[in-house]
């Protein structure tokens, strides 16, 4: 019995003590905050291409080939200083460049805060070119060409 008393009264003094204690609110200063965000940012934050991407100028680098995938495991093999490496996007060169992004023909590279495309060695442009017919007529094949099947 006296226990059950010592309880209720202890409940008692600490619902009152919640009752009559005020909830601390924390009031934060009114800050003007810059709502404008820089636009070549945001398009570089989304993936896209900066407008004065220029090319390496660093000679030391060479991107001897590159492994483009969409699925994300794209590699470009990089010679440095004699060393030839594969690296993924996000990876860091010994130079301190780090991997923006690897297509086909290229590798972006951001080094000191701009982003330098370096080409892939020996390619002056794309090698792929499109070819189009001018007549739509049938042809016959030739008889030198040659053919691969595929076996089942």
Wanted: charged letters at 25%; proline letters at 3%.
């Amino acid at each position: 019995m006296l226990l059950a008393s010592f309880l209720v009264w202890r409940e008692d003094r600490l619902r009152s003590h919640w009752r009559t204690e005020e909830p601390a609110v924390a009031t934060l200063p009114d800050v003007e905050v810059d709502r404008s965000l820089a636009v070549t940012t945001l398009a570089l934050a989304l993936g896209f291409r900066a407008a004065d991407a220029r090319a390496s100028v660093r000679s030391d680098i060479i991107l001897k080939a590159t492994f483009a995938s969409s699925a994300g495991g794209s590699r470009a093999l990089v010679a440095l200083d004699g060393k030839v490496a594969a690296y993924r996007i996000g990876d860091r060169l010994v130079g301190g460049a780090v991997v923006r992004r690897i297509e086909s023909h290229a590798v972006a590279l951001w080094i000191d805060g701009v982003e330098e495309v370096l080409p892939l060695e020996g390619t002056k442009g794309s090698l792929l070119h499109l070819v189009r017919e001018t007549s739509h007529a049938p042809t016959k094949p030739d008889s030198h060409r040659l053919f691969l099947r595929t076996s089942r």
